[in-house]
């Protein structure tokens, strides 16, 4: 017999069924203004055509209206756009080639609406190896750094697993960086990501020992810092991000990176705060856009009424395997009515459990971040007939 159509019966983690009631949906609004007190980017996600005649694991074609549209909803929120980074799936079936193009179309479509935006250049067109010599390793981020300015650009300096597979040392750490960062026209955002959400930049910086990756990080920036705007470490460590956010040079932002801990790092202490560039901003979009304007007015009481809830659904979001974290960010995407389907480039969809997925909905919905609960409700029940949970 159907359940009322209001209800859902959800699967549980120790292996039953329960019935489950979403709450009355929250609207937060639109036309949020951008930050006064803080910089704040979403890395954002991208949306596959899904019905180009390829196959989804070996080929690429992206939905170019669904992608941009959903870059349009995050600038209307007062939210910068972190372009081709981790969250878009670069390096993990978002291509170089087609990466051009997504940074070519969304640096055009920012200027008609005078959004924020920052686009990653790597290596990732560079196959890694350890018989790679520094050289290529500069030629291949002079290209891409080339063709981000070259379309009117900001750069965030991406993490290189080609150079993580052929440096020997700091040194050549050092030396990619310096020439780098001597030639860019603007500062960049360099960022550094851990390999909980890349395995491939295990031992970044030179080290697997992250106080001494750190020193040749923050030697790097203080060398080079009027070419530096910032830094974003997604090392999921907040006393790690402190510690390095006091040791930065006066004018070089902490963006933060920590999806476990980003509303106390925003939030700040006596000695600063950090700004942030996150994915976990995609999925709670209309939650930080009405943080931020909390932040700017003053209401640190309203800001962690907003942020609080949603810290429970990050932690889950990015639970390990954490580089799998971009299923959950998408998932909500599609209930919230951003784009017609469940899907993913490289066919990532399949990359967290039903359960998973079941849970990432509970504590959405205890976030507030659904504002059309009976579309999404509606959408969730489809995706679990089909997943073998008859509703």
Known sequence: ???????????????????????????YGTGFREPRTRVAFAACHVVPDALADINPT???????????????HLWSLGLGVAEAMDTAQRGMGLDWSTSKELIRRSVEESKTVGGRLASGAGTDHLTPSPDLTIDQVIAAYEEQCGYVEGVGGRIILM?????????????????????????????????????????ALAGYWGSDDLDAAMDTAVDVITRNASKVDGVKVSLLDDQREIDMRRRLPQGVRMYTGD??????????DEQGYSDALLGIFDAIAPVAG??????????LGRY?????????LSRHIFRAPTRFYKTG???????????????????????????????????????????????????????????????
């Open 1 to 27: 017999m159907a359940i009322a159509t209001n209800t859902l019966r959800l699967p549980t983690g120790t292996g039953g069924i329960e019935t489950y009631q979403p709450r009355p949906g929250i609207d």
């Open 58 to 72: 070996l080929d690429l074609a992206l939905d170019w209206d669904a992608t941009l549209a959903y870059r349009r």
């Open 304 to 312: 962690d009424e907003l942020f609080g809830p949603t810290v429970p």
């Open 259 to 268: 999806d476990f801990n980003y509303p106390t790092l925003i939030r700040g």
């Open 329 to 391: 960010v998408v998932f909500l995407a599609w209930l919230n009515g951003h784009q017609d389907h469940f899907r993913m480039v490289n066919g990532q969809e399949s990359c967290r459990s039903v359960v998973h997925l079941a849970e990432l909905f509970r504590l959405a919905d205890a976030a507030g971040l659904f504002a059309d609960t009976e579309q999404v409700t509606a959408r969730m029940r489809s995706f679990l007939d089909v997943a073998g949970v008859p509703q």
């Open 290 to 299: 009405a943080a931020f304007a909390a932040l700017d007015a003053g209401d």
């Open 159 to 199: 993490a290189s697993r080609a150079l993580a597979a052929c440096a020997k040392g700091p040194d050549d750490y050092a030396t990619v960086y310096d020439r780098i960062l001597s030639q860019v026209r603007e500062p960049v955002i360099i960022h550094w990501l851990g390999d909980m959400f890349d395995p």
